[in-house]
């Protein structure tokens, strides 16, 4: 029987790490993190910060380090959106630079976590993101990244995810996202409108089923591909976002009024004096979102139909899996 790939998966202690480690996999799993950390399947915890040159390690502890490790999955990032764009260059944008770096020590293969986003910045995109938008330094930053990795000539995939929600079945998360925090907003009867570009398509995919499709292209030893994990075409729009959120606000005993869903260049939509300041926030949010999506076509692309076959990722209906994450933010 052939050895079981040894893997070192970097922001073990995030979202998408914690969910990697909680999926069954025919790998060795390495835990790196800075601080503490749920080990769930990994074999061990390293410390380690990317942000610093030999990812924090002695030349010894780096060496020893490489001489062990057969893949890198590359999950440590800043995601928070809003941020300067500086605050992105240690770990999203020189964080992938020692990565690529001692995977060329290790002989290694990258699989870097990105974001669907960045089809908005991609060549032939139909549009662009303002420099106001609070995703632009993010998105961009992880666009860098990427070309990192092409440039450094190590093997590496790329796997773009658009919003992260819950697992697919139970909705559990390690930590509640933007996805999360909006939808429990409008089910508590907060949204005076929701501004969405006509034709956008509202993206969310399980964390789940990412760890999946990363953990499988691990196992087969598949070490390049450009790999959307959205819903694309199949996505639900606003409207059927809105039922939902209708449907579970009604479970837990509250009667929504509709909700008028507006473009966001509508006068209507600019209406926002003496609305509260987290109100204002999230139509803030909101609005930015759709230009992303709208940049990119209003329908993401997608590789769901080859991540189902290729990596045996399963079917899973959006909309399900919405209402469960919705569930388990509201406590089951």
Request: aromatic content about 4%; proline content about 7%; overall charge negative.
């Amino acid at each position: 029987m052939s050895r079981r790939p040894v893997v070192l998966l970097t922001g073990a202690s995030g979202v998408v790490g914690q969910s990697l480690l909680r999926e069954e996999a025919e790998v060795t799993l390495l835990a790196a993190a800075r601080g503490p950390v749920e080990a769930g399947r990994a074999a061990r915890v390293v410390r380690c910060d990317v942000s610093q040159p030999l990812l924090g390690l002695t030349a010894d502890a780096h060496r020893a380090l490489a001489a062990e490790v057969d893949a890198v999955v590359h999950s440590a990032g800043l995601t928070e959106w809003g941020r300067p764009a500086a605050d992105y260059e240690p770990v999203n944008v020189e964080g992938t630079r020692h990565v690529a770096e001692f995977a060329a020590a290790a002989g290694a293969t990258v699989h870097f976590m990105s974001t669907a986003f960045v089809a908005a910045l991609l060549p032939g995109a139909p549009g662009g993101l303002t420099e106001s938008n609070v995703t632009t330094p993010y998105v961009r930053s992880k666009l860098r990244a990427e070309q990192l990795l092409a440039e450094s000539g190590v093997p590496h995939t790329v796997f773009r995810p658009t919003n992260l929600i819950g697992d697919a079945v139970t909705g559990r998360t390690s930590r509640g996202q933007i996805v999360q925090s909006i939808s429990d907003w409008i089910c508590r009867g907060r949204a005076p409108f929701v501004p969405v570009h006509a034709g956008n398509r509202i993206d969310v995919v399980p964390q789940d089923l990412l760890s999946i499709a990363v953990l499988r292209a691990v196992e087969q030893g598949v070490d390049s591909g450009e790999f959307w994990v959205t819903y694309g075409p199949e996505a639900m729009d606003m409207g059927e976002a809105l039922r939902i959120c209708t449907e579970h606000a009604a479970e837990r005993g509250r009667t929504l009024t509709p909700v008028p869903v507006l473009d966001p260049e509508d006068p209507r939509a600019r209406e926002v004096a003496g609305l509260s300041p987290m109100t204002r926030t999230y139509l803030s949010v909101l609005r930015d979102v759709s230009e992303v999506t709208r940049a990119g076509g209003g329908v993401l692309p997608t590789s769901m139909p080859e991540l189902r076959d290729r990596f045996g990722v399963p079917k899973v209906a959006d909309t399900e899996a919405y209402r469960a994450t919705l569930r388990f933010a509201a406590g089951g």
